[in-house]
């Protein structure tokens, strides 16, 4: 006998050739690219509730979904027959059935987002879908001092993307760090209870801008404080952003 579960899954995706996380009518998404295998494995019409949107280009290595299912498959059956028709761009990690209660995306508490950013005067080539090149020098510690000022619940306003649908645009920042692993890569972590479309991106464009002494650290604390977008620097490239992990 059937029974309707629920079965929540991490998803990691390469976010390359894809048009963002959310389905779109004409465009390849991940969410209509899971959807379909789900149709495919259970002949039935299955909508993937994501824990939130990742914009074209960003990447994913801990995405969480959740779906509702009349079936007698087990979570490890779904696991192997999604990626067996997924594209190998993207990969479900992890298939276990959850409470009926659970939501991915109203149940989520916090998200970790990296940023990564190669800082040579010569560009990579291998790595060059997943990092921000940049040429000139960076001054990490003075990045690392504006950094300091996001921490907390703050108004993110000033880095809000155009169109973005929301309540009210405060948001609290657990954790925010820039860290170094060769004097050429670098990696800016955020953990926050929410993020605004762009934040992130607007974020560390903003951040680039110090680091290239466009602007003062204490600078950077004003454009937070003024809620003024044109204030801030441009929107750092999609391709350096990964969504880590969402927890619950």
């Known amino acids: 006998m059937k029974m309707d579960k629920n079965f929540k899954l991490i998803i990691e995706y390469d976010g390359t050739r894809y048009h963002g996380w959310q389905r779109q009518r004409e465009d390849t998404t991940i969410q209509g690219e899971i959807e379909k295998a789900l149709g495919v494995m259970t002949a039935q ?13 960003v990447h994913a290595f801990g995405q969480t979904a959740n779906f509702r299912c009349d079936t007698n498959l087990a ?11 997924l594209p190998d761009d993207i990969v479900i990690r992890e298939c276990r059935r959850v409470a009926d209660g659970f939501h991915a995306r109203f149940d989520v ?10 800082n040579h005067p010569v560009p990579a080539a291998i790595s060059r879908q997943y990092a921000w090149s940049i040429r000139k020098r960076l001054d990490i510690e003075a990045m690392r001092h504006a950094v300091s000022y996001i921490i907390g619940s703050h108004d993110f306003k000033a ?5 973005s649908p929301r309540a009210h645009t405060t948001r609290h920042v657990m954790a925010a760090d820039i860290v170094e692993a060769d004097n050429r890569w670098f990696t800016f972590r955020i953990e926050a209870d929410g993020f605004l479309r762009f934040m992130v991106r607007n974020i560390v464009g903003t951040l680039v801008d110090v680091g290239l002494g466009k602007m003062l650290p204490t600078e950077f604390k004003q454009i937070l404080k003024s809620k003024d977008r044109t204030q801030a620097g441009a929107t750092a490239p999609a391709h350096g952003l990964c969504l880590m992990e969402v927890k619950y």
């Open 45 to 57: 019409h299955i909508v993937l509730n994501g824990s939130g949107r990742t914009d074209a280009g």
């Open 75 to 85: 979570p490890q059956i779904f696991q192997r027959g999604l990626n067996s028709l």
């Open 109 to 118: 508490k916090s998200k970790i987002y990296h940023y990564t950013i190669f």
């Open 159 to 163: 880095f809000e993307g155009t169109g």
